[in-house]
């Protein structure tokens, strides 16, 4: 197990110092896992989260037709002509992409809203990275607020019988949900302080951008009907919210072929998806999968339930805390699923109900990834669609925004369970 945690810990390491190379790194410490044993190869697909690669594929390609059709940049001037200055067009996309969070994957959630941040970007001529990096961890934020809004979220339903309806009032008390938009409130007053330099006036428009074709905003609002009823399906596979990604994309792509009669309708989408971010979290993927196999992760847990002692409080802030630590370096799914038998083991030591303990867990794994620029797929995802627009996004660059926004999500919420289920 040590030999596994030294390779984790390199990798992330290299990782954070050479952001260029993260890709490699990824894929470099993935086959050492793989040569040295620590991943067996009988756990090598299973290890994949297939789900979340097809759903970025697909989506990044969809996205695309999206962009292609204009429909992003009459967003833009939709959006440009209700607020007042770059401060508030900041503040407003990052929480209208919590909206859509809150309902669909995170990681879908900034594909289709980081075009419309472009847009805005190249119109007023300012820095697109921080615009994205507040839409990435927005999306984060939100993805605890709803049974469907994120994996970690549908895997607490399903182990402690949640239905959608519980994440708004559960036991006679207000859900998560309320705590999630608590710490929306006061993440948006931050990431308005955060972007309190940039108050360049936006120039009122009276022409929006003409939409060539409406199809592909069609498609983009199929797949977010489709996302959100595939939710509700039981036994369904696993693959099923990237299957309806890919599928909608491949619609797109004969649609702009029948329309068009060129190749271009094909290669240029494909040619849209960013390999690298989906080769970086291929290698993660497998990165975890090795440290889980190697017990790494059981034994972060077993060490988290010691900290506690007999202390309920203690015990209750430890696991929000370590959680938010732990999140912000390794994929919060396996983590999650790990601490979800040692919470309700702690409980039921303890006699109290571990209602507080799920909340806590899930808030705190969910937030963490905030803290990194690799600790949450859609932060990666939004530096890969940055890095494709030529710019490069410093670990300072992220943190600045990702650090101080995870505390002021965070802490409400903390305060909000313990008076609420303690």
């Known amino acids: 197990m040590i ?27 993935a086959l050492v896992f793989i040569l040295t044993g620590m991943l067996p190869l009988d756990q090598i697909f299973t290890a994949i989260d297939w789900n979340v690669l097809l759903m970025i594929a697909g989506t990044m390609g969809l996205v695309q037709l999206f962009i292609d059709s ?10 440009m002509t209700k607020v007042p200055n770059v401060q508030m067009a900041a503040v407003a996309l990052a929480l209208f992409a919590g909206i859509i969070s809150a309902f669909v994957d995170n990681v879908a959630t900034v594909l289709m ?21 507040g839409i990435a961890v927005s999306s984060n934020l939100q993805g605890a607020a709803t049974l469907v809004g994120d994996t970690t979220a549908i895997m607490l339903g399903s182990y402690a019988d949640m239905s959608f309806l519980d994440f708004f009032w559960y036991k006679g008390r207000p859900g998560i949900f309320f705590a999630v938009e608590l710490g929306a409130v006061v993440s948006a007053l931050i ?37 959100i009823s595939a939710s509700f399906l039981p036994s369904k596979p696993d693959i099923t919210n990237g299957l309806i990604c890919v599928t909608l994309f491949v619609i797109g792509m004969v649609y702009t072929y029948v329309r068009t009669r060129k190749t271009e309708a094909f290669t240029g989408p494909i040619k849209s998806i960013d390999f690298e971010t989906i080769g970086l979290l291929l290698g993660l993927f497998l990165v975890i999968g090795g440290i889980t196999h190697m017990g790494v992760v059981d034994a972060a847990a077993g060490l988290l339930a010691k900290m506690g002692g007999g202390n309920v409080f203690l015990i209750y802030t430890v696991i929000v805390w370590a959680s938010v630590l732990f999140s912000a370096f390794i994929d919060n799914i396996p983590y999650v699923a790990t601490m979800l038998p040692v919470v309700t083991g702690l409980a039921s030591t303890l006699g109290i109900d571990p209602t507080l303990l799920y909340f806590g867990l899930l808030s705190g794994a969910t937030l963490g990834g905030n803290m990194t620029p690799i600790g949450a797929s859609a932060n990666i995802t939004g530096i890969g669609i940055l890095r494709r627009e030529g710019y490069e996004v410093k670990n300072s660059d992220f943190c600045r925004i990702g650090i101080p926004f995870t505390l002021a999500a965070v802490i409400p919420a903390y305060i909000y369970f313990w008076v609420l289920f303690a």
């Open 3 to 29: 030999y596994a945690l030294i390779l984790f810990a390199i990798t992330y390491v290299l990782m954070l110092t050479f952001s260029k190379y993260r890709p490699y790194i990824a894929l470099g410490s």
């Open 191 to 227: 990431l308005a302080w955060l972007f309190r330099k940039e108050k360049k006036p936006i120039e009122r428009t009276t022409q929006l951008t003409p939409v060539t074709d409406y199809v592909p905003t069609v498609l983009l609002a199929g797949m977010i009907v489709l996302l």
């Open 113 to 133: 809203v980081a075009p419309v941040a472009l847009a805005i970007c190249k119109k007023l001529n300012t820095n697109p990275v921080p615009f994205i990096i």
């Open 70 to 79: 204009h429909m992003p940049a009459r967003l833009a001037d939709m959006i």
